[in-house]
């Protein structure tokens, strides 16, 4: 069974950095894609950023996009997120999540089987 730990979240000044990484426990992420998904009370659940090996490559919602990189270190077995010039919208239930590569084809939340346990960031104004 595969296991995520999201973790890196906390209070950041709006303008200010996180990095969320997404640790697998006996387990690698060749083969598999992996995305990050937030929520927040009241609304829907946002598709953030996805990373596959295969050629759809790499997604961004429009609201990331430049501010938010995606990124595997396959050695580590940990997807991180980076989390640059953020605004207080950008706060959220953070949460990670894999399928295997051959399932994968949309960074939607409906095409994902396993996920982390959220982590929470907050940014102030």
């Known amino acids: 069974e595969v296991q995520l730990q999201a973790s890196g979240g906390g209070l950041v000044q709006a303008g200010g950095s996180l990095r969320l990484s997404c640790s697998a426990s006996?387990?690698?992420?060749?083969?598999?894609?992996i995305g990050w998904f937030r929520q927040t009370p009241g609304k829907e659940q946002e598709s953030v950023s996805c990373?596959?090996?295969?050629?759809?490559?790499?997604y961004y919602a429009d609201s990331v996009t430049v501010r938010f990189t995606i990124s595997i270190d396959n050695a580590m077995s940990t997807v991180y997120l980076q989390m640059n010039s953020l605004k207080p919208e950008d706060t959220a239930v953070y949460f990670c999540?894999?399928?295997?590569?051959?399932?994968?084809?949309?960074?939607?939340?409906?095409?994902?089987?396993?996920w982390g346990q959220g982590t929470q960031v907050t940014v102030s104004s």
């Open positions: 999540a894999t399928v295997v590569e051959r399932d994968y084809n949309a960074c939607s939340a409906s095409d994902f089987d396993w």
């Open positions: 990373i596959s090996t295969t050629s759809i490559g790499t």
């Open positions: 006996r387990f690698s992420f060749d083969d598999y894609a």
